[in-house]
């Protein structure tokens, strides 16, 4: 006969053993992957920093490269305090006629010396050489020859101008096949041609240009904010102007800087050092844009 052998389970001392053993053995295990799981968790969060930053700067940088020349200004404390960078974006531009015309008039008048763009009277006309600009409407404005100074005599300076005083910026009234009028009430201050014994090689540029940009950091709200729609005025804004609109381009900014310097007479150069800060993690970048200043 087959002797029957009793069945006996664990008792509690060993079940209680087990589960300590299997408590530092975990424990073990989770010492071991605590610091490579922490490390992956902090790449990821610079990962996330870094690409906003490189997104702000870049998108601060593409329109840059649309600034019309000698638009550029910078003004607030800038680091950890209120910092604003302020341009004109041109959304085209093309050549005026700066000579005598013997074609067939563009310019109402009747006369073919109307096509070109006179600096010595107000003129409402002018022939573009070329195709009319893409997009230009009437309501848009054009700018000739703007250096940045002001004067109230004959400023070069685009923030300055309007239709009642001798300044470089005129509104668009309507746009022809071949023409451009302009509502002027003074003559434009400087002519952007290079003559050369009476003869010209070239320049004869303008600019057609809508409302600004400012890029503004706010310190209390840790924000870099993109403001537009809002009118030219002399003074470069510091709050949000009336008929502007904000958008925010980067959060949990800690500390913000533009420069602008004019390395020569033909460019310029804006510099900006942006900081995003995020569970004690700081991600700083540095981003340079080279802006065309020829006018």
Not at 18 to 41: C, D, N, S
Not at 189 to 210: A, K, M, T, W, Y
Not at 234 to 249: D, E, K, M, R, Y
Request: hydrophobic content about 40%; some cysteine; proline content about 5%.
């Amino acid at each position: 006969m087959m002797s029957k052998r009793q069945l006996q389970g664990f008792t509690l001392v060993e079940m209680i053993v087990v589960i300590v053993i299997t408590g530092i053995i975990g424990g073990m295990v989770a010492m071991f992957l605590r610091a490579p799981v922490q490390g992956y968790v902090d790449s990821a969060r610079r990962a996330g920093l870094t690409d906003i930053a490189d997104t702000a700067t870049r998108r601060i940088s593409r329109d840059l490269h649309l600034a019309l020349p000698n638009s550029v200004r910078v003004t607030g404390a800038c680091g950890a305090a209120a910092c604003f960078v302020e341009f004109i974006p041109t959304i085209g531009g093309g050549r005026y006629r700066a000579d005598t015309d013997t074609t067939d008039d563009v310019c109402p008048g009747g006369n073919t010396n109307d096509d070109i763009l006179s600096f010595d009277d107000p003129d409402t006309c002018f022939e573009v050489i070329g195709a009319i600009p893409p997009g230009v409407v009437a309501g848009d404005q054009i700018v000739v020859y703007n250096l940045g100074i002001s004067d109230p005599v004959k400023g070069t300076n685009a923030y300055d101008g309007n239709t009642t005083t001798a300044h470089n910026r005129r509104a668009v009234s309507a746009v022809g096949a071949h023409s451009i009028s302009i509502t002027s009430a003074n003559a434009l201050p400087f002519d952007s041609c290079v003559r050369e014994g009476g003869i010209i090689l070239g320049g004869c540029r303008f600019q057609v240009v809508q409302t600004p940009v400012t890029y503004a950091f706010n310190p209390v709200a840790r924000t870099l904010s993109r403001w537009q729609g809002y009118a030219i005025q002399s003074g470069q804004p510091t709050t949000l102007p009336a008929a502007g609109s904000a958008s925010i381009l980067a959060t949990n900014v800690t500390a913000c800087t533009f420069t602008y310097d004019a390395v020569s007479q033909r460019s310029g150069l804006v510099t900006m050092h942006l900081t995003i800060s995020d569970h004690g993690e700081d991600v700083t970048l540095y981003s340079a844009t080279h802006v065309n200043n020829v006018p």
